[in-house]
Structures are given as structure tokens and as C-alpha cells.
């Protein structure tokens, strides 16, 4: 086990700083050529108020952890995705899924085509997946005629355990219904 070098914390033998905070505040501290060691809170506060990076917003806010540069998630999802996709990214859409960017990023902004909320980047079931109809194209794969639009994992586990049924959805939510009112009949 090792030392941080900025805070004295215990960390791993592979390791010199606890996490970037702290890294960043000993670089601070060297760089400047001032002696002893500068604390998380005050090297968050050294940075002020910052301008999010999202092209379109330019909001001020006050970081929270190291590394911030996005005033919300928001601004971090539209950012990451639809703005600057990687060409990985733009590739596996127009070979996989004959789909352009632009046309992604219309599917992005309106959210999920199950239940209207919006995607979340930083939570894996609320990232959005294509939906299609798996009888016409593999999966991983969708065209126009099979595509249905794009949903949440979450929506899409629902879906795709319920064999893109129907009636096995619709059974199911009456199943949910009559159940609520037996159980609030009861109270």
C-alpha cells in the first residue's frame, strides 16, 4: 500500500493519488511551487464558476467533482452523442441500422417512443436502444421496414421478454390493474 501524495489517504501499491481531485491538487500545488498540500474542497473552489462546454448552452455553473464541464447530464448526453459522435458510432448506424446521425439525433431528442421520458447517458437503463422487430432483421441489426423507433433498455428488456407479444403486454397490464384495485379495496 502507498500514500496519496497530496492527502496521505491509504491507496492501492499501483496508485499515487486517491482520485483525481487529489492529483490534481498536488500538480496545482507543484506547479505553482508552493509548499504543503491543498485540500479537495479547496481545489474545488480554485476553479469558480466554469462555462458548460455544451456547444448550444454556454450556461455558468459551479463544478461539483473534478472534471466537470457540463452544467447538467443533459448537456453531457446531448455533448457525447448527437454532437461529436464518434465515427464508430456513425458507422455502426448506417451499417447496422441504415440509419443517418441527423435522424438519431431527431430519435434522441424526443426521448423514448414507449413512455416519452428522456434518455440518460449515465444510467444504464434509461440509454437508448433501436428497437425493431427481430423476425425481419437479426439483432444488433435493423432496416426501415423492421425499425420501430428508439427506447430505453429498460423498455426494451420489457419488450424483448415479452416476445415483442402484444397480448402477453396487454395481459399483463391488466394483471397489474386488478391487482392495484384488489389491493386498494383491501385497505
Not at 498536488?26 to 473552489?45: I, N, Q
Request: glycine residues 6%; aromatic residues 6%.
Amino acid at each position: 500500500m502507498n500514500k496519496c501524495l497530496n492527502c496521505g489517504q491509504q491507496v492501492p501499491a499501483s496508485l499515487k493519488y486517491c482520485d483525481k481531485l487529489c492529483r490534481c491538487a498536488y500538480h496545482s500545488m507543484k506547479h505553482s511551487r508552493k509548499l504543503g498540500t491543498l485540500s479537495k474542497e479547496d481545489a474545488l473552489a480554485a476553479l469558480g464558476e466554469l462555462v458548460c462546454k455544451y456547444t448550444t448552452c454556454g450556461a455558468l455553473f459551479t463544478p461539483e467533482t473534478f472534471g466537470q464541464v457540463y452544467c447538467s447530464k443533459s448537456c453531457r448526453d446531448k455533448e457525447a452523442l448527437l454532437i461529436r459522435p464518434s465515427k464508430t458510432f456513425e458507422q455502426k448506424l448506417r451499417w447496422n441500422h441504415k440509419l443517418s446521425v441527423e435522424y438519431y439525433q431527431e430519435l434522441f431528442e424526443k426521448g423514448c417512443a414507449v413512455c416519452s421520458e428522456p434518455f440518460d447517458m449515465g444510467d444504464r437503463n434509461l440509454i437508448p436502444c433501436i428497437d425493431h422487430n427481430h423476425k425481419c432483421c437479426k439483432i444488433g441489426t435493423s432496416c426501415t421496414r423492421c425499425r420501430r423507433g428508439l427506447i430505453h433498455s429498460k423498455c426494451n428488456l420489457i419488450l424483448g421478454h415479452a416476445d415483442d407479444s402484444p397480448l402477453l403486454l396487454r395481459q399483463a397490464a391488466h394483471y397489474l390493474e386488478t391487482h392495484e384495485k384488489i389491493q386498494m379495496q383491501m385497505l
